[in-house]
């Protein structure tokens, strides 16, 4: 059995309380997502534990259900991201020649602009629903997954072994998932893990900009921008959505870091 | 500022001790992946002491603690490792736990280094000549232009082309070879008391080797510097000591003079390291039908604008050894890409048992690949880091044999013990192996798919001699037992010598050189053939001046 | 000509051609996707004639590819059009808002690059010990959090509990410096912390890569002092990782600058580019795209261009 480092082992908790929290939002919020049971900004209390928002809806509630939609995103796009750019970079990795100059200046090009802006002027013309958004973050990221996967699948064909299974005559199935595959699975977990931060803070950014996630529904970024405007009167209701939005973001970034790390102490790990 | 004060050219007489090294115990912290770190002890109880003007040799495997031994004269630990007891005394002066400001007047000054790298030893953004003279100008108190006189003095003695100019470059701009000469120039440059030279030659070709070892003897021998001349090679260090250490797991094994060592070793340790490398092995005369013939092979990589192989004919006898033997840029490891269809030839064609192979891997039957095998000089990454030793010879067996289940395993227990290897070795991963444990396991591999032809690239290059011996030895075992033949590729005279039947010498892409091991090896020679042989060292006293005196082809200058 | 300007010239033109692409890209994005500018624009109960109108107007009738080269020669010009809202000329209310941003990131970049630099260089010289290991945690911290949050942390903190700064960034022609100043201290707290993070992580791993290197070795085996060490070898090697590092950094900036304005309400760039987003005012956000995307390519083509100059196997070719 392995040893867990404590950071990890933290990182591991958290990341599952905010999963479970997602999936069983319906049971654990105490109101209604859109209800108004209270006052206006109302301090926390028995009944509210978290106060009520800007119009005195239960924040808690609203903090439980816009975790859902705010990780549900997240992780439809990383899948997007992943499955389009793992595809891709293994095919130009494998296959090299022009298909691979063709991806990778494709990729060049998209990489030049600043995802955030890219995303923001595609925006300006798309209807700003949930599949859009998840479609729009989901490619532009794929170019950072296809760049990484070309990355690990190119150093992996090089090697002498993938050479010995050629000229074993074995095929292109073989080669990519017995002898490639195996060997990019770690750095790619990882990754996945770093992507997966990388989403969460990127429809937070763009439903804070109003321009993700709209009203009435509400992701964590959402309900920062609902209560902003709180700050200047001193109520701190819209920060308790921007420390889950980096306590996920944290938790999650440490589990990626202890997988990287084994993946790179297995590597060297000579008996 | 008493890190520029001028020090003493020397303290000590001729024929007096310099270094008196006693009880020195080294050790390091090692952080296994997933477990507390560890403390090791890397050297231990080691004692050395050496007089003014003498080269002392300290010779081992990898992992015998050299290196460290020899930088500890500087009091320097690299990487973390820690000098943990025993005295080190220079000049008098007990250096182990002396403060920074003593060694620093120490190091680059009385006692100076050679790495085996130059190439990454050098500032790569800075002169080679103001790296050279950097100590010299800054402790020794000398001018500049003084400096430079002596460095190009330095440079002309140790044979650099160009010694007036050659300082004006950046490291990269120089060769291998001449870089490690520079780095021996700016060894001596600040009149040291003592160099220490950490396998200088050992990562440069053998007809270059052998220049750069006679450049560094003579240097020795006209500043009168004392030495610790620290290599893997006992034939390299057997030309340039006078005395020897051998050292194998961080302790002592022997010490004495060159001739005792070499001549009349005590140890069984440093006989089987004298011993090294003379298997016996008759040559078998060429018999039957050839099973390999290469005819008129010309090949280039896409790109290049010469051709790395022109027209090249060899063949091999079944149950025999041919072995292609060339310096890095030869050509013989494209002649086995060539041969296993990796690199389509430009012209030319190979033939397999009788029948014409295709020229590109996609080509070939299934027959075709099992029959002709391959094994890798590194065999850390010839095998899938994810597989155990089981999936890794059992593939081909289900592969090409269909095999499956317990008769599958039953195939790998047998291999396992035809390699020398127990079963218990079935379920291991390659990290859990040796380097001499790897190589078995990639022979058994080739072995599963019961070729006719082993194509063998440098497949002891990487290992230690001791266990390459190992490798050579199961090798020939392998071939009496299953009459494979193979075409072993290394630029290794004594390999050469030890395992083929026949041989071929490449130069520049062309066969320089083709027949029967006893004709390829008898006299009369042509130049390069010449040069190639007489480069290689033998391990006997006064073989390298013999060799400088009587060689006709000039090396190329690397 | 010498090698390396033939880099230097090769890689400017590359950045060049990249820029252009950019730009197909950018005018592709608004006008090939299934969206009907007009459409959006007039909301789902125009009438068809509206639709038509508004289509003419706009020059959508036209080929998409004489509107791209329409569009990219007026911006050659400094001519970026007119905002669809309001009819104000693009490059007009664009080039104070833009003066504003530079003015902004600028100070941000004078606090973080010598503060990242300083503390990567502690980081290295404490390599594994607490220092080093409070740096990446902090590094970690900071890298995880959105900059809204830090925004609101500091505005939260500083602006409305202590009164310290104003919690709006309000600047406007004839303010003192130090009025400036003043008003935009929280937004460049806010930024530094952004890049700093990044910066001094991949300063500590570019220092480290050189100190770990055989040449610093051989000048510590030399008996060299740690000054000369470092002055003399392994400064010269690791200054173009460091500023590769510096000027990716900038260019990161210049997108956390969208956000920060927004937060703090500052008439620059990113607020100017999220209100016409959600204006849906297409030129506006075509113009400010290739904006950000020209600043972007521009510091990555710098990056590239520095490494190339202080790399010596190209400075002095064999």
Known sequence: MMRIPLSALIGLILTSVYFLAAIFAGWLAPYGMAEVVGDVWEPSSAEHWLGTDSIGRDLLTRMIYGGQITIFVATAATILSFVTGSILGFTAAVAGGWVDQALSRMVDLIMSIPALIFALVVLSVMPVTMPVLIAVMGLIESTRVFRLSRAVAADIVVMDYVEAARLRGEGSAWVIFREILPNALSPLVAEAGLRFIFMVLFISTLSFLGLGVQPPLADWGGIVKENKEGIVYGIAAALYPAVAIATLAISVNLVADWILNRTTSLKGGRG | ?558 | MHPILKFVAQRIALGLVLLLAASVLIFAGTQILPGDVAQSILGQSATETALANLRAELGLNEPVVSRYFAWLGGALQGDLGTALTNGQDIADAMSRRLGNTLFLAGWAALISVPLAIILGLIAVRYNGRWPDRLISAVTLATVSVPEFLLGYIVMFYLAVQFRWFPSVSTVYDGMTLGAKLNAIALPVMVLVMVVLGHMMRMTRAAILNVMQSAYVETAELKGLRPFTIIWKHAFPNAIAPVVNVVMLNMAYLVVGVVVVEVVFVYPGMGQYLVDHVAKRDVPVVQACGLVFAAIYIGFNILADVIAIVANPRLRHPR
């Open chain 2, 1 to 558: 500022m008493n890190d520029d004060e001028i020090v003493p050219v020397s303290h000590v007489a001729e024929g007096e001790t310099l270094l008196e090294i006693t009880g020195l115990r080294i050790e390091a912290t090692a952080y296994p992946p997933g477990e507390p770190p560890q403390e090791i002890v890397i050297v231990d109880g080691v004692s050395l002491s050496l007089k003014k003007g003498k080269v002392l040799g300290l010779i081992g495997e990898s992992g015998a603690g050299k290196s460290t031994i020899g930088l500890s004269s500087m009091a320097y630990g690299r990487g973390g490792v820690r000098l943990t007891a025993g005295d080190i005394v220079l000049n008098g002066q007990e250096i182990r736990a002396a403060g920074p400001g003593v060694l620093r007047r120490l190091r680059g000054k009385v006692v100076t280094y050679v790495a085996q790298s130059a190439a990454a030893s050098f500032n790569p953004s800075r002169k080679l000549m103001d790296q050279v003279i950097e100590t010299t100008v800054a402790a020794r108190g000398v001018s500049r232009s003084q400096a430079e006189a002596r460095a190009v003095t330095l440079f002309r003695k140790l044979g650099l082309p160009d010694p007036e100019r050659i300082g004006k470059r950046y490291p990269h701009q120089v060769s291998g070879g001449q870089l490690q000469r520079v780095m021996t120039a700016m060894a001596l440059c600040p009149e040291p008391e003592l160099v220490i030279f950490d396998e200088p030659t050992t990562a440069l070709d053998v007809t270059t080797q052998i220049d750069v070892l006679a450049a560094i003897k003579e240097a020795i021998a006209d500043t009168g510097v004392a030495a610790l001349y620290i290599t893997h090679d006992l034939a390299v260090v057997a030309q340039v000591s006078d005395e020897i250490m051998v050292l194998r797991h961080g302790k002592m094994v022997e010490h004495g003079t060159t001739d005792q060592i070499i001549n009349a070793p005590r140890e069984n340790y440093t006989r089987d390291l004298v011993s090294v490398r003379s298997i016996d092995h008759e040559e078998k005369a060429p018999v039957g039908e050839t099973v390999l013939k290469v005819e008129g092979i010309t090949a280039r990589y896409s790109g290049l604008k010469r051709d790395i192989l022109s027209d090249v004919s060899v063949a091999l006898h079944p149950g025999q050894t041919l072995a292609v033997v060339g310096e890095s840029g030869s050509g013989k490891s494209t002649l086995a890409r060539v041969i296993t269809g990796l690199l389509p030839p430009s012209a030319g064609k190979v033939t397999f048992s009788g029948r014409e192979l295709s020229p590109a891997l996609n080509g070939r039957s299934r027959d075709d690949l099992r029959e002709l095998q391959m094994i890798y000089q590194m065999a850390d990454v010839a095998m899938n880091p994810r597989q155990t030793v089981k999936t890794i010879i059992g593939r081909p067996l289900e592969f090409y044999f269909g095999m499956k289940g317990k008769q599958r395993d039953a195939r790998v227990a047998e291999l396992l013990e035809e390699i020398e290897l127990g079963q218990g070795f079935a379920d291991r991963y390659p990290a859990e192996l040796s380097g001499g444990q790897k190589q078995r396991v990639c022979i058994a591999r080739a072995l599963a798919a019961e070729p006719k032809v082993i194509i063998c690239d440098e497949v002891t290059s990487a290992l230690d001699p001791l266990v390459a011996d190992g490798i050579l030895k199961l090798l020939l075992k392998l071939q009496r037992e299953e009459d494979v033949a193979y075409l072993f590729i290394t630029h290794d005279i004594a390999t050469v010598r030890a395992i083929a039947d026949s041989i071929a010498v490449m130069y520049q892409g062309k066969v320089q050189r083709y027949g029967p091991k006893s004709e390829v090896l008898a006299p009369p020679f042509d130049a390069y053939t010449d040069l190639l042989l007489s480069s290689v060292p033998e391990m006997r006293l006064g073989w390298l001046e013999e060799v400088v005196e009587n060689r006709r082809m000039e090396s190329a200058g690397h």
